[in-house]
């Protein structure tokens, strides 16, 4: 079996992006372009991975943690130089290496694959995937010769008018024999537009060596994209956007409008879960089964069990049991518990709060800070009363107390097991077990006065 390698270009600055973001960071449905890059990678069982990172490179190491190796590139003196930053690594050894651009989010674990099997079976030393693109412009251009055999690659720059007519480009990813890539690395030279070592040279080195050149092309050039600035990191972010909901639809998730629904990378949805238009779900957010989420619902790294339902309402950082209904309208904040069975209304806000199994919070409450046990009725209107100017204070309501309408609960207060806390009450003190607590002025009635009043 011959050793797999992999390079992975992340030291540039990103300039175009225009950004205090270094480029291969900026996110592409929710996940650094440069990572998708590493997990495609880690996808096709690379024996060793490399990242060469440069500008942003603790930002990077610590994205990617250990899912690679690093080296460093002080300078930034082209994808050669960047490549032989490896040379310490990799330069030893014997096996196959590719290399692929971090700003190419949206190549494939298979096409990597496809392109190493066209690498053996051509016994080449060096395979370049290239795609066809609409337009060109930037890209690297393919020459070949009258056969069609490869020549060499020539920078958009560097082109002659009628080397940029080429549409076929270089899409960044090669697969390279290890040990003459690294011979042909030393005789890249920086005489061109950029003053850059190209590493798409080595192609022309090897060829002028008589090596076996091959391409593979690939038929999707979106695959290919290379994100260097936002246009084109808009462009990425929609066909990863359609590939996600894909990868969901066909695990028995039903998206009824894939064009108005945001997934990030890092989702998990169940069978049978049906997402509303207008739905965004970001970051690491793990959602069950037959759940029914949106329309208009904005999910933010949360767990949901299964047979929940959130319409219209923001989760955010928080855990949200089985059959628990959530909304319309409803923010639940960061730190949130909500258990199975719970039922959260309109107009709801819960901050780091958690709700014990079947308990309801039905309508236009505030509840921060508290800790509600199982089967707790919280009537509408109420509040828990948590901030005094300086701290946070807690409100606790054990099992089975039944809050009612409009009350507020000053804490640090607790609502004793099975309590009553009368509507319209403003609770100070402790509510003993299974006790009534009012807490409101006592009616007064005068008879007759309204008539007195009435002069006629
Ligand atoms: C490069 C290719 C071009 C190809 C295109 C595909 C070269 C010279 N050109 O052009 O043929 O069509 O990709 O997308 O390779 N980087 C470093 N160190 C450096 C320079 C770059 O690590 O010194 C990294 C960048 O962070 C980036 C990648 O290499 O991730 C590609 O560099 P970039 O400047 O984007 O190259 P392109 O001009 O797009
Ligand atoms: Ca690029």
């Known amino acids: 079996m011959t050793n797999t390698y992999a390079i992975v270009?992340?030291?540039?600055?990103?300039?175009?992006?225009?950004?205090?973001?270094?480029?291969?960071?900026?996110?592409?449905?929710?996940?650094?372009?440069?990572?998708?890059?590493?997990?495609?990678?880690i996808g096709i069982g690379a024996d060793k991975i490399v990242t060469i990172v440069g500008h942003g490179a603790e930002k990077v190491e610590e994205t990617l943690g250990g899912k690679s190796e690093y080296a460093l590139q002080a300078e930034q003196l082209g994808t050669a130089h960047a490549v032989q930053q490896a040379e310490k690594q990799l330069g030893d050894l014997d096996g196959v290496t590719i290399v692929v651009c971090g700003d190419t989010p949206l190549i494939k674990s298979e096409t990597m694959q496809a392109l190493i099997a066209h690498h053996s079976e051509t016994d080449a030393k060096a395979t370049i995937l290239t795609a066809n693109a609409d337009d060109p412009t930037g890209y690297g251009r393919i020459i070949r010769d009258a056969d069609g055999n490869v020549l060499r690659n020539v920078e958009h720059k560097d082109a002659t008018d009628e080397e940029r007519s080429v549409t076929e480009i270089n899409t960044g990813t090669y697969c390279f024999d290890n040990r003459s890539l690294f011979n042909a690395l030393k005789k890249v030279k920086n005489e061109n537009a950029q003053?850059?070592?190209?590493?798409?040279?080595?192609?022309?080195?090897?060829?002028?060596?008589?090596?076996?050149?091959?391409?593979?092309?690939?038929?999707?050039?979106?695959?290919?994209?290379?994100?260097?600035?936002r246009v084109v990191l808009s462009e990425a972010e929609k066909v990863m956007r359609q590939r996600i909901a894909e990868r969901h639809m066909r695990e028995g998730v039903t998206i009824i409008d894939p064009n108005s629904t945001y997934i990030s990378?890092?989702?998990?949805?169940?069978?049978?879960?049906?997402?509303?238009?207008?739905?965004?779900?970001?970051?690491?957010?793990?959602?069950?089964?037959?759940?029914?989420?949106?329309?208009?619902?904005?999910?933010?790294?949360?767990?949901i069990g299964n047979q929940t339902t959130v319409h219209s309402s923001v989760i955010r950082d928080s855990i949200v049991g089985s059959s628990t209904a959530v909304g319309p309208f409803a923010h639940i904040r960061p730190d949130s518990n909500l258990s199975d069975n719970v039922k959260i209304g309109n107009f709801v806000e819960v901050k780091k709060s958690s709700l014990g199994e079947g308990s309801k919070v039905s309508h236009l409450s505030y509840i921060g800070d508290a800790e509600v046990g199982t089967h707790v009725n919280i009537g509408c209107g109420t509040i828990t009363v948590n901030y005094d100017g300086k701290n946070k204070n807690t409100t606790t309501i054990e099992d089975g107390a039944f809050v009612g309408c409009n009350s507020n609960l000053i804490a640090p207060v607790k609502i004793g097991?099975?309590?009553?806390?009368?509507?319209?009450?403003?609770?100070?003190?402790?509510?003993?077990?299974?006790?009534?607590?009012?807490?409101?002025?006592?009616?007064?009635?005068?008879?007759?006065?309204?008539?007195?009043?009435?002069?006629?």
């Open 9 to 41: 270009l992340a030291a540039g600055q990103g300039t175009r992006m225009k950004s205090d973001l270094y480029k291969v960071l900026h996110p592409v449905c929710g996940k650094p372009m440069v990572e998708h890059v590493v997990d495609h990678i």
């Open 195 to 229: 003053g850059e070592y190209y590493l798409p040279d080595v192609i022309g080195i090897l060829r002028a060596e008589n090596a076996r050149i091959s391409a593979y092309v690939t038929d999707d050039f979106s695959e290919t994209i290379g994100v260097n600035d």
């Open 265 to 303: 990378a890092n989702t998990t949805i169940g069978r049978d879960t049906v997402l509303q238009p207008n739905t965004i779900i970001e970051g690491q957010t793990v959602i069950g089964e037959k759940c029914i989420i949106g329309p208009n619902s904005h999910i933010v790294n949360s767990t």
């Open 417 to 456: 097991k099975g309590a009553y806390v009368a509507a319209g009450s403003t609770i100070t003190k402790d509510v003993p077990e299974s006790s009534l607590a009012i807490g409101r002025a006592r009616q007064e009635n005068k008879e007759g006065y309204a008539t007195k009043l009435n002069l006629n």
